[in-house]
């Protein structure tokens, strides 16, 4: 029983001082919590300024690095588009291709047809149904409408290779297609 007294005035003696020191940690928790206030300020201004310069610096690095590259895409595709095509935009004087009028393909079980076949400078082959009744005109129409004009480029038979005789009122029999045949598309020489 005397050790519990001993505590309790201890404890009552301990007091006055335990108060004295939370009051002095009152004002430095306030102070804490001000300081803590502030640097979270100075936190978001630096953030905000190293956004900033992020931002700048991307917009930096689109103009200099990614518009230039996006460019140089962009021409090497419409060279690689102009190599396929031929120059038929250019020289086609304000004819748009693809208002040609060829006829309709007539399908593959239709009587009298024939399959041409275009062997383009690219490489690349493409395949068309006509009558053999049709005009061989349409075969020019043809070629300009897949973007070879007829200014520079020309048909000739594969074999043997001649250049295709296409006249106003012949047919494709009349020309000698009377069956399946395969066509090159071949680039006139230029003369100066």
Known sequence: ??????V???LLSALPLLCLELRRGIPDLVYLKEEEENNEKRQKLVRKKQQEAQSEKASRYIENVLKPHQEMKLRKL??????????????SNGHKLGVL????????????????????PSGSVLRRRFLKSCSSRVLLDWMMKI???TSRYSLST?????????????SLQDTGITMDT????EEKEQSN
């Open 147 to 149: 973007g070879y004009h």
């Open 8 to 10: 309790g005035l201890f």
């Open 101 to 120: 009028g060829l006829p309709e393909e007539p399908p593959e079980t239709a009587e009298e047809i024939v399959t041409v076949a275009l062997r383009c």
């Open 182 to 185: 395969v066509l090159i598309v």
């Open 78 to 91: 419409e060279e690689r588009f102009y190599q396929m095509t031929g120059e038929t935009w250019k020289l």
């Open 158 to 170: 594969s074999f043997p290779r001649r250049p295709l005789e296409v006249e106003g009122g012949w």
């Open 1 to 6: 029983m005397a050790s519990r007294g001993i």
